[in-house]
């Protein structure tokens, strides 16, 4: 099985900060990564998909970048509404995996 | 709107079986693929299971091969997924989730983009 890491487990940042995610898969996953936002009681949101397509209606802040086995999730300038938990997961290869999740706080 | 609306999950004791149910509106149900992801209490998600626009594909996590089917009705734009040996680790919120591919053999383009609210399953004796 694919296993998926992601870093900082959790980072505390203010509104206006520049905030980088960062998310390693154990092989090669080409650009099947998906990234997701999930706020506290409420179901994940889809954000980017292919490593770097911008889900429809996401603000253009959020950004993903990488290949292969490591990629980003960009957020350019945090909003309040930012304040969340964002998961990646990989479609490269059954079981599909997630990531342990970053908490920005 | 798309919408998801799961259900059937509730307390069952170890060992026992249980089936939950995902009906969908607002979409061309039988153009999607369709998952189940799981969240334990204070856990991160888990992929449980995913099934092809014709239920000519399926994909299982490891921890719930042979307990678990996952199957679709597109005339009753219905999902569901049977669950058997339920053990206290499947414990958790079942989210249905929508698909932006038909397909779910990997490698593909792969994105939830649209969530059921989730139900509980609590396993305990």
């Known amino acids: 099985d694919i296993q998926m890491t992601q870093s900082p487990s959790s980072v505390s940042a203010s509104v206006g900060d520049r905030v980088t995610i960062t998310c390693r898969a154990s092989?090669?996953?080409?650009?099947?990564l998906t990234w997701y936002q999930q706020k506290p009681g409420k179901a994940p949101k889809l954000l980017i998909y292919?490593?770097?397509a911008l889900q429809g209606g996401v603000p253009s802040r959020f950004s993903g970048s990488g290949s292969g086995t490591e990629f980003t999730l960009t957020i350019s300038s945090l909003q309040p509404e930012d304040f969340a938990t964002y998961y990646c997961?990989?479609?490269?290869?059954?079981?599909?995996?997630f990531g342990p999740g970053t908490k920005v706080d | 709107e798309v919408q998801l609306e799961e259900s059937g999950g509730h307390l069952v004791q170890p060992g026992r079986s249980l089936r939950l149910s995902c009906v969908a509106s607002?979409?061309?149900?039988?153009?999607?693929?369709m998952h189940w992801v799981r969240q334990g209490p204070e856990k991160g998600l888990e992929w449980v299971a995913g099934?092809?626009?014709?239920?000519?594909?399926?994909g299982y996590a490891d921890s719930v091969k042979g307990r678990f089917t996952i199957s679709r009705d597109n005339a009753k734009n219905s999902l569901y997924l049977q669950m058997k040996s339920l053990r206290p680790e499947d414990t958790a919120f079942y989210f249905c989730?929508?698909?932006?591919?038909?397909?779910?053999?990997?490698?593909?383009?792969?994105?939830?983009?649209?969530w059921g609210q989730g139900t509980l399953v609590t396993v305990s004796s």
């Open positions: 989730t929508k698909d932006i591919n038909v397909g779910v053999l990997p490698p593909a383009v792969r994105g939830f983009d649209a």
């Open positions: 607002g979409f061309k149900f039988g153009d999607f693929a």
């Open positions: 099934i092809g626009w014709d239920s000519g594909s399926l």
């Open positions: 092989q090669d996953i080409s650009s099947w």
């Open positions: 292919a490593a770097s």
């Open positions: 997961h990989q479609g490269n290869s059954f079981p599909f995996t």
